[in-house]
């Protein structure tokens, strides 16, 4: 919301995720939506006539997050892929109580990596529900910042229920690239997981020859990698970054940093899914061998992200929400899976926010600066140091 009178936030904390201490006796005023200061609370100097005082005493001023790796559209849940066929219009109410939650737990920016495909009543052409939804939120100042990459890609037999796109190769797959572009995504989504878990689904050849396109016109191309293959195949053609990664290796991580490959970490996936062994009665939770395989894959996805850690790799985060069983306001819970993974807390809280812009091209995501977007919300706690702060949302200051 951007309030018509001037705001000060007086004596906050200033959580600077760029660095392990926070500074305090911060007070910061915003002027039409934008930071025109932040100033030592004893030296404030003139305010405006008109100045709106809150008191922030006791909380801690933190950047409005970027969750690297949702999709809008879905809910989540333990149901998450079967609400993936509900209709269409179902699906937008959805994204709109999505829109809420995000923005009442501090995320701002929201990189969606995947919409179901749905006819568009306006013009009767199939595309990416999650364009509808970032043409409704373009204007909205309360509503989260999205770009889309429009639907998946993936090969036959991967995906389920005919909602992405199936290119089985070469030309199938540019052509497919190039319809998702036509529509208006604002990247791409390959899916680099193939019908056979130990084949790659298309060559290097051909999945270069999509960066190579979208890079001509403008787009990043990022690729679902959740075996090593396909992250090969990935890394090798020249993405612009990995979603999940969860089974790299050194050399793997190694030439990612070299290329300045991303990883978007996704390890709270892990954490809700051993929830479920509690809260469902799901067999493939709440089995021995169920819990026991979905261990391994948590143990060998953690060694992956701390691999890129120790490599350099720059690591933007998300919750994977709707297409995963995360719910739109959990990205602290991946902040908190970092944390455990070897990142310092201003590390995991950094792969929140400053890399997410970085990832997403957009140089004022993530971060708070002097006439930059009055883009940060208010904890209780000290997220530098402790990712749980991050859960005691008090203020938002974009909302009402
Ligand atoms: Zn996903």
Redesign the pocket.
Known sequence: MTSPRPTLYRDAALADPTGPSLRTGVSLLVDAGHVVWTRPSTDEGDLPPNVHVIDAGGSTIVPGMVDA?S?VTLPGGSHWIDRGADPPEELLDVAEHNGDLLGRAGVRWARD??APLAVDPRDGRRRALSLRVRERWQADPNRPRIRVAGTWIGHSGVLTGGLAIEADEGPALLKAASTQLDDGADFLKLYLDGPKKEEAPWSTEDVRAVVELAHGRGAKVTA?SGFLVGARVGIDAGVDSL?HGFELDSDAVAQMARQGTFLVS?LAIFRSWASFAQTTTLPRFVTDEGKERIGHRRERAIESVQLAYRAGVRIATGT?FG??SLRANHLAWEVEALVEAGLKPWEALASATVRGGDLLGETTAGRIFEGGPADFFLVHGDPLTDPTALWRVWRVAWLP
């Open positions: 790796h999709h990596v995947g679902h979603e996704t994977d297409g995963g």
